[in-house]
């Protein structure tokens, strides 16, 4: 079997580590012999690629940068993305991207950057004087029916461990919201909610070694690629993951929450 993971503006959108996530899908397949190929959805990428990836991958990235890729992404580039969302490509995107997948962000200091308006939501920065979100986020998935799908592939509560920065807030409206915070700020550090989920697309303001930490998203994220692209069930091996086990281990025990899981 093979895969194509499509890694939007690598260049301009990796600011954060979130090339973390595109090495832990990569390094996934490749342990169980699925060739995989990785696709920059770059400016110099003509629009049909971005419907022939298996799976997206979009990372954080500082506000002048999100207004770069903004205005490469409309037209064309904003439909085909739109298309393979609402098709039912997975993709996971951090921060900077689902505030460019909503209607908007506000940034502290210019204009408001229009986004795809395809996540029912908006991004708003308080002011250069408002603190940043940054910190340890811990968050229970609750989104449907991700959250059962998680449960079977991990054998237990799909609670991720992440790290968050940022200074933008994000307001769901009616797009559903991908889990509840146990620690953290998660969208807006105001009504306790994290991310956003949409066919399936994962949205989050846990960075980089989201996948890494939390490797039954990971495994989510290719077991529903594969299924769209072969149109059967699979059942993916299990992988040895004791070290993701420990490092959640330890995390939880810093934050005081060894008791959740
Ligand atoms: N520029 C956005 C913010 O500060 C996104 C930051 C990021 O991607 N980490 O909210």
Redesign the pocket.
Known sequence: MELSIGWLYPNLMS??GDRGNVICLQRRCQWRDIQVTIVPLDRETPSETFQQVDIIVGG????RQ?EIVMRDLKGEKAFALQQTLNNDTPGVFT??SP?LLGHYYEPALGQKIEGLGLLDMVSK?PGIDAPRCIGNVVFEITAKPLATELETIWGDRPIVIGFE????RTYLKTVQHLGKVITGYGNNGEDGMEGAFYHNAIATYSHGPLLAKNPFITDWLLKKALENKYQKEITLSKLDDSLAIAARKAMLQRLDLSKII
Do not use: E, I, K, L
């Open positions: 600011t954060y954080g990235a500082q506000d999100q921060c900077g505030q920065h920065n940022h200074g933008g």
